[in-house]
């Protein structure tokens, strides 16, 4: 298990290189810089300039890209051009509420589609299943921004049951900053819920038809205790697979949601500092967000264990 | 003995009980959300143009001089107007005294004098100025401006709140760096800032207010709000949904189309603020195919301003097409000398064209997608140039990219822009002729030196229009028309003025 472990985080920091080399060379190529974006409409060729002189962006690219892997093995992830703060603490004042985000909205899903997975595979071809699976096709393809806005239309600003948008304010506490992540996280968690629907109702179905199912069922067991016992537990590794992937994705993938609820999360720091050219924004949140990528698959990895005792590393 | 006690705990328990009922609750702290359209690049008013960083930090820091209601050029930190020398080559403004900076600490002439200097080399407007400013020097209770040549701009430059003239404690300023200290003179002082989540700014105790009555930014300031947040909510539709819940009391920006929801609303009113901007096609005069004045001129004949208006703004009340640079009722109006705006004629496009020499060389137009309006705009002048025998290539870039590819001559012959409205014609972007477009004709040269150099407001505004018949002539840019901005206030906020900057002194907010 350890040497398992240790080849996996071996890995992990493999990914993260080649991540950061890949950023770094895309996000210069691409046009546009972040001095142009900075000074506005009046500046000229030369006001520009100088701020790149300032910034250092006038540096050659290899010099550029030694000196950011220099910063990465110290662990620094540099300054953001932008925000004037250090990419570390931008991502850390984001952390909070991306994760808060994250697990609301991955619980969301998990509570939709898992147990209406298991029914519908239980209930397989009777209209029920036919019902559920329209409905999760209808929710998978709605699209997260017009979830969104549907429920700050009905739920935010004509019954006023939760807030339109942000995070709260200054004082706000630990509750009030999980109230303003309702609506955003059934606003991802709902989409979601559908991919999770169907990979539950699959697993189950491969599942249901193994004979140590019709054994327990041929021994007088409960139909509860068949389904959520016997067929569940075996069924669970291609859905924690599918709930890991959704987390993974979830952390800094949910910027339309972010930008429609004004949520300052990982997403939006990420998705602004590609339009605002902040290349050390970019290149430090993505090495954060692939290493954390990794370190989900590798917790998805160690739980198939616990699913299965089979499973040995 | 424990009776007693008993009695003794009781009775200061009651006593306690009716002193906390008899004090005074605690005053409720006023506080108001305003919904930006996004995250300023900077709180340092001084080297960027943006106008989101200009609507918070003025609250924060002041220039010598202001626009009053008229876009007159009225005292600030200034006491009274600035002597000017009979050769125009020295400008004397007097301080106000007893202003103090958020830190306690007074206004200085020094603190003027060093910011005035950091403005000069710093700021894009600045550097106007400067490159006809000899000296800056502090003369008892004022400052001194010594120029090498007339320059009329001086003052509205110094009073325009982005590239702004803010003044500063002089130990605040590092020449080769943005301000890392926000203390500025004004009525709030900067308490918190959190990137993409909020900018606090609280009311400043010690402010000390110009005097005379509130005109435009101009006149007596008081902060009756105790605290302002400004919220960044780059959703045009959340800023909407959230002043309609009572969210945000201000929401900035909003899409002319959803002028409707709040129609018989009364917790909310929507606010048209005029003059906003006007749209431009900035041509490129110097290199490549638009270098041709007789394309140039094609173009302006073939394209239609009222269709582009519609396309980008669709709501007729929130556009007009006007092809006088300054809007009616401004000081710049003239209608004479627009020629040729509006033509909408192909046929005559297409002779101009003929008579350019076109050889149907691509012509490329950069827009954006990241301003809907410019993008919409730019597909009906497509449809028109090519009507009127134009090949277009039209190419839609995000604005970082077009920000930085309208640098190269060689890339570019056209590109959608806009620009917000501006009193002084001196603050207008392609008035440089460092501004991408480049233009710098002798005719141009000569009529903006005398505009520049001339001191009187009546023949400043007949000499515009001299500029504004070569604008119409040499075709440089496209003037597409005017745009007004819908913003939106909570009923409860009283005392509010629009402005294509929203300020919030003198404003209150009612229960």
């Not at chain 1, 935010?156 to 706000?172: I, K, N, S, T």
């Not at chain 2, 404690?169 to 301000?179: E, G, R």
């Not at chain 2, 640098?407 to 570019?412: G, N, Q, R, T, V």
């Given at each position: 298990m350890l040497t398992y472990l240790a080849r996996r985080i071996a890995g992990m920091f493999v990914v993260m290189f080649l991540v950061a080399t890949v950023v770094f060379v895309i996000a210069r190529v691409v046009p546009g810089d972040p001095a142009a974006v900075m000074m506005?409409?009046?500046?000229t060729a030369d006001d520009i300039a100088a701020l790149r002189a300032r910034l250092g962006l006038d540096q050659p690219l290899p010099l550029q890209y030694v000196m950011f892997l220099k910063d990465v093995l110290t662990g620094n992830l540099g300054d953001s051009i932008f925000l004037n703060r250090p990419v570390a603490q931008a991502l850390a004042e984001r952390a909070e509420l991306t994760f808060f985000l994250t697990l609301m909205s991955v619980s969301i899903a998990v509570a939709i589609g898992v147990p209406i997975g298991i029914i519908s595979a239980v209930k397989r071809g009777t209209a029920t299943d036919q019902g559920v699976i329209g409905l999760a096709m209808l929710a998978a393809s709605l699209p997260s921004f017009w979830v969104g806005l549907t429920l700050i239309q009905y739920l935010?600003?004509?019954?006023?049951?939760?807030?339109?948008?942000?995070?709260?304010?200054?004082?706000?506490t630990l509750g009030e900053r999980l109230r303003h992540l309702v609506l955003p996280a059934i606003a991802l968690g709902l989409p979601n819920s559908a991919l999770i629907l169907r990979f539950t109702r699959t697993a189950m179905l491969d599942v249901l038809h193994e004979d140590y199912v019709r054994t327990a069922r041929a021994k007088g067991l409960g139909q509860a205790v068949v389904v959520m016992k016997h067929a569940l537990r075996n069924a669970l590794i291609p859905i924690l697979t599918v709930v890991g992937l959704t987390a993974a994705i979830l952390i800094a993938g949910a910027i339309v949601t972010e930008t429609v609820f004004g949520l300052p999360g990982v997403g939006n720091l990420i998705v602004s500092a590609v339009l605002r050219r902040d290349y050390p924004v970019i290149q430090g949140a993505l090495l954060v967000v692939s290493g954390i990528y990794v370190l989900i698959n590798l917790a998805v990895d160690l739980l198939y264990a616990v699913a299965d005792p089979r499973v040995r590393y | 003995m424990f009776g007693f006690a008993r009695r003794l705990i009781a009775t200061t328990a009651i006593a306690a009980a009716m002193l906390a009922g008899a004090m005074p609750a605690e005053a409720q702290n006023k506080v108001i959300n305003v919904a930006t359209v996004g995250e300023p690049p900077?709180?340092?008013?001084?080297?960027v143009t943006a106008d989101l960083v200009s609507i918070i930090t003025q609250h924060i820091f002041e220039t010598l001089y202001t626009f009053d209601g008229t876009w007159k050029v009225v005292p600030l930190l200034a006491s009274g107007p600035a002597t000017i020398s009979a050769d125009g080559l020295t400008y004397t403004i007097p301080l106000r005294q007893g202003v103090q900076f958020h830190n306690g600490k007074p206004m200085t002439t020094a603190d003027v004098v060093a910011s005035l200097d950091r403005w000069t080399k710093v700021s894009p407007r600045g550097k106007q100025a400067g490159a006809v400013i000899t000296g800056i020097t502090a003369k008892g209770d004022a400052v001194e401006i010594a120029l090498k040549e007339r320059f009329a701009p001086l003052l509205p430059l110094i009073a325009m709140s982005n590239g702004a003239a803010a003044i500063v404690?002089?130990?605040?300023?590092?020449?080769?760096?943005?301000?890392k200290q926000f203390i500025g003179t004004g009525p709030y002082k900067l308490i918190e800032h959190k990137p993409d989540q909020f900018i606090r700014v609280a009311k400043f105790d010690g402010y000390k207010s110009p005097e005379g009555p509130a005109s435009g930014y101009g006149g007596h300031r008081e902060a009756k709000i105790d605290e302002i947040r400004f919220v960044p909510v780059p959703n045009a539709s959340t800023r909407v949904e959230g002043v309609l819940a009572g969210q945000y009391q201000f929401a900035d920006s909003l899409p002319a189309d959803m002028a409707t929801r709040f129609s018989g609303q009364t917790a909310v009113k929507g606010i048209m603020v005029r003059p906003f901007g006007f749209p431009l096609m900035i041509m490129n005069s110097k290199t490549g195919v638009a270098a041709n004045q007789t394309l140039r001129q094609a173009v302006l004949a073939a394209l239609s301003p009222s269709d582009m208006l519609l396309a980008g703004f669709g709501n007729r009340a929130f556009f007009e097409v006007e092809g006088s640079i300054y809007p009616k009722g401004t000081a710049f109006y003239d209608a004479a000398s627009v020629q040729g705006y509006g033509a909408a004629d192909d046929k005559k496009s297409a002779e101009l064209l003929k008579k350019s020499g076109y050889k149907g060389e691509p012509i490329r137009i950069m827009t954006s997608m990241q301003y809907d309006f410019l993008y919409k705009m730019s597909l009906v002048a497509q449809a028109n140039l090519e009507a009127a025998g134009f090949k277009v290539d039209l190419q839609v870039l995000d604005w970082a990219t077009l920000v930085q590819r309208r640098?190269?001559?060689?890339?570019?012959d056209a590109f959608f822009t806009f620009h917000t409205f501006v009193p002084e014609p001196s603050l207008i972007t392609f008035m440089n002729p460092a501004y991408p477009g480049w233009w710098d004709t002798a005719d141009k040269k000569a009529a903006l030196q005398a505009f520049n150099t001339e001191a009187d407001p009546a023949v400043r505004a007949k000499k515009f229009a001299e500029i504004q018949k070569l604008f119409y002539t040499e075709v440089p840019t496209i003037k597409v028309g005017e745009f007004y901005n819908l913003a939106a206030q909570s009923?409860?906020?009283?005392g509010y003025q629009p402005t294509p900057w929203p300020f919030f002194w003198n404003v209150d907010l009612t229960n």
């Open positions: 506005g409409a009046a500046a935010a600003v004509e019954l006023r049951w939760f807030p339109v948008a942000g995070y709260g304010p200054p004082d706000a | 900077t709180l340092d008013p001084v080297g404690p002089a130990d605040t300023i590092d020449a080769a760096n943005p301000l640098a190269d001559e060689k890339a570019w009923a409860k906020l009283t």
